[in-house]
């Protein structure tokens, strides 16, 4: 157990606790997105969709849970990093100025992802940890996006989740060790797609139900 405590205090070990957590909030993003698309296709689809994963039970409350912990150990372990960074050099953030180049995704990624922790908190307890013995999860969304405010919150979110993907999904590839010129302009161009299908995807939703559905 001495190496796993000490490769997971190094720099390298943190980086990859990093890359293997950002990989599976990416991959639930996709699957998230893709349940909740089913709302453009009637309140019904969605419901069901919806009992559909209630069904689980304990599964997807352990689900839930540990993206909560995921989330958890990304952000702290990436703050940690950024002040090591920032300590031993400082004004400089943990990536290489020279290999995948600067953006707004890359100079914000410790305060993106701060936002998007307290956005997770947030999104779970109005909508996954509140009684929904009442109500249908239809009405519930439906409800809530009827207020502008939290729809600029929840917009504004996905532009953040945006910007951290835009980064983030290069980032995890370079630290598992797949940076190379020939592949890294494919890798950077498919997180940017990605960083807009999300964006978009997500951030359009409460705008159709406040002003179309």
Do not use: C
């Given at each position: 157990m001495n190496w796993l405590t000490q490769t997971l205090g190094s720099s390298i070990g943190k980086k990859l606790m990093m890359a293997i957590t950002g990989l599976s909030f990416i991959g639930?993003?996709?699957?998230?997105?893709?349940?909740?698309?089913?709302?453009?296709?009637?309140?019904?689809?969605?419901?069901?969709?919806?009992?559909?994963l209630h069904s689980l039970g304990p599964v997807l409350t352990a689900a839930e849970l540990g993206l909560l912990t995921f989330a958890l150990i990304h952000v702290l372990t990436g703050a940690l990093l950024f002040y090591q960074n920032w300590r031993a050099r400082p004004g400089r953030y943990v990536v290489d100025r020279s290999s995948g180049g600067r953006s707004i995704g890359s100079r914000t990624m410790p305060y993106t992802g701060f936002i998007i922790l307290a956005f997770v908190m947030f999104h779970l307890l109005n909508f996954s940890f509140v009684d929904k013995s009442q109500t249908t999860i239809f009405e519930l969304v439906a409800n809530s996006f009827q207020n502008p405010i939290y729809v600029l919150i929840y917009v504004a979110a996905m532009?953040?989740?945006?910007?951290?993907?835009?980064?983030?999904?290069?980032?995890?590839?370079?630290?598992?060790?797949?940076?190379?010129?020939?592949?890294?302009?494919?890798?950077?161009?498919?997180?940017?797609?990605?960083?807009?299908?999300?964006?978009?995807?997500?951030?359009?939703?409460?705008?159709?139900?406040?002003?179309i559905a």
């Amino acid at each position: 157990m001495n190496w796993l405590t000490q490769t997971l205090g190094s720099s390298i070990g943190k980086k990859l606790m990093m890359a293997i957590t950002g990989l599976s909030f990416i991959g639930f993003l996709a699957a998230h997105l893709a349940g909740n698309l089913t709302i453009y296709f009637g309140k019904d689809s969605f419901n069901s969709y919806a009992e559909h994963l209630h069904s689980l039970g304990p599964v997807l409350t352990a689900a839930e849970l540990g993206l909560l912990t995921f989330a958890l150990i990304h952000v702290l372990t990436g703050a940690l990093l950024f002040y090591q960074n920032w300590r031993a050099r400082p004004g400089r953030y943990v990536v290489d100025r020279s290999s995948g180049g600067r953006s707004i995704g890359s100079r914000t990624m410790p305060y993106t992802g701060f936002i998007i922790l307290a956005f997770v908190m947030f999104h779970l307890l109005n909508f996954s940890f509140v009684d929904k013995s009442q109500t249908t999860i239809f009405e519930l969304v439906a409800n809530s996006f009827q207020n502008p405010i939290y729809v600029l919150i929840y917009v504004a979110a996905m532009v953040v989740v945006a910007l951290h993907v835009s980064h983030g999904f290069w980032s995890l590839f370079q630290t598992i060790g797949a940076n190379h010129p020939k592949y890294t302009p494919a890798i950077t161009l498919i997180g940017l797609l990605l960083s807009l299908v999300f964006g978009i995807g997500f951030g359009f939703i409460p705008v159709y139900i406040l002003f179309i559905a």
